[in-house]
């Protein structure tokens, strides 16, 4: 699944192609995918509409339109988006094309639909649990040792399930919490309340650190995921535990182990992190 670093680049790419563009037409594919609202209702009230700014949330994508409301994505598992010349073939699982005012469309497909669509005013996208509640943003300045102290000490979980959960922290998944668990020196099985406060704070460093390098890199391509252009991501090139279970540490050598903790394959290296 794309995790922070992925959709922001996707935001930031989306940012360029239509902020100040209008939605002329919308077709629509399979309904699993838009949640919120009917169908008919999207199609009544899309059209039309100005796109004034486009922001992250988590591993939400907000497009911020002049009504009000907001058109939200969610790239789920296989996800992607696309703004693109009419002309070009479109991949068979395509759930939405919006065609531009400059003529271009913007297209959303995703083959497994675990993705999602929004739209409407972001209070009631959140009154209606479509939008979920959201911790911290972790590069946002509020993303202080005092926040990820009081995620951290409030629970008897492993590091691994805190982290994954997104209303203490938005946007880690997987990836990024074994490289910044690795970056810290921590094992992410570890239990949050038995860690010192010097084993936080590497946390609270490693984290906007490894999510700050994945984005210069335009992410991670470990399986589906593709940049607005159908582009990959480089940095899965300079993942440091991440998939490398039983390989060589690449800071000391020794054979990073790997297990099943909260539910996701973790590596870690016996050496490194303690």
Request: net charge positive; proline share 6%.
């Amino acid at each position: 699944m794309p995790e922070l670093p992925e959709v922001e680049t996707v935001a930031r790419d989306l940012r360029a192609a239509l902020v100040g563009r209008q939605v002329m037409a919308v077709q629509l594919g399979h309904p699993k995918v838009l949640r919120f609202p009917v169908p008919d209702v999207f199609r009544a009230v899309f059209p039309g509409q100005h796109v004034d700014a486009v922001t992250r949330r988590g591993k939400f994508i907000l497009c911020e339109l002049r009504s009000g409301e907001d058109l939200v994505f969610h790239l789920g598992m296989t996800g992607h988006l696309r703004v693109c010349d009419p002309d070009v073939p479109a991949p068979k699982h395509t759930h939405l094309r919006a065609t531009l005012d400059d003529g271009r469309e913007l297209r959303y497909d995703d083959a497994r639909r675990f993705g999602r669509i929004l739209l409407g005013p972001r209070a009631v996208l959140e009154d209606s649990r479509v939008l979920p509640v959201l911790g911290v943003e972790p590069l946002s300045d509020e993303f202080t040792a005092t926040r990820l102290d009081a995620v951290l000490r409030s629970t008897t979980r492993t590091v691994k399930a805190a982290l994954l959960d997104q209303r203490g922290v938005a946007g880690l998944g997987n990836i990024y919490i074994d490289e910044a668990c690795h970056l810290a020196g921590v094992r992410p099985q570890h239990r949050c309340h038995t860690l010192t406060r010097v084993q936080r704070a590497a946390l609270h460093d490693a984290i906007p650190a490894v999510l700050l390098s994945a984005i210069r890199n335009r992410g991670s391509s470990i399986d589906d995921y593709r940049d607005l252009w159908n582009a990959k991501g480089t940095n899965q090139e300079r993942l440091q535990v991440y998939g490398r279970g039983g390989r060589p540490c690449l800071r000391c050598g020794a054979i990073l182990r790997h297990a099943t903790v909260a539910g996701r394959t973790t590596v870690w290296c016996p050496t490194c992190q303690k």
